[in-house]
Nanobody, 127 residues
Framework: QVQLAESGGGSVQAGDSLRLSCAVS????????MGWFRQAPGKEREFVLG????????DYADSAKGRFTISRDNTKNTVILQLNSLKPEDTAMYSC????????????????????WGQGTQVTVSS
């Protein structure tokens, strides 16, 4: 059973940084393309960033460009989302997701393409 566990969320001030981690267990981590999504109250879930199995492909939502970065460590089965220069509009529940693709190195923004999801970690940014 594949499990994803996020950590690192919290309450911060505008301009601060947070480092979110997603630990994956129960599967071959190198077979998963990974994504981070977020959902604010009353809004639809949206794609934030994604990284391919190999780490060679990365995709950023416009809201993330210049402020957020994503990385993965295939030896530790972990994906990191670095959030910098946070704004109040970044307040949301952040969830990581795994796209099982043993032979495809890709990043997709479609939430329906992801096979496994974590419970999420809350990020709250105050002005």
């Amino acid at each position: 059973q594949v499990q994803l566990a996020e950590s690192g969320g919290g309450s911060v001030q505008a301009g601060d940084s947070l480092r979110l981690s997603c630990a994956v267990s129960g599967g071959a981590f190198s077979f998963y393309n990974m994504g981070w999504f977020r959902q604010a109250p009353g809004k639809e879930r949206e794609f934030v960033l994604g990284i391919s199995r190999s780490g060679s492909k990365v995709d950023y939502a416009d809201s993330a460009k210049g402020r957020f970065t994503i990385s993965r460590d295939n030896t530790k089965n972990t994906v990191i989302l670095q959030l910098n220069s946070l704004k109040p509009e970044d307040t949301a529940m952040y969830s990581c997701a795994a796209d099982f693709q043993p032979h495809v190195d890709r990043v997709t923004r479609l939430s329906t393409a992801y096979d496994y999801w974590g419970q999420g970690t809350q990020v709250t940014v105050s002005s």
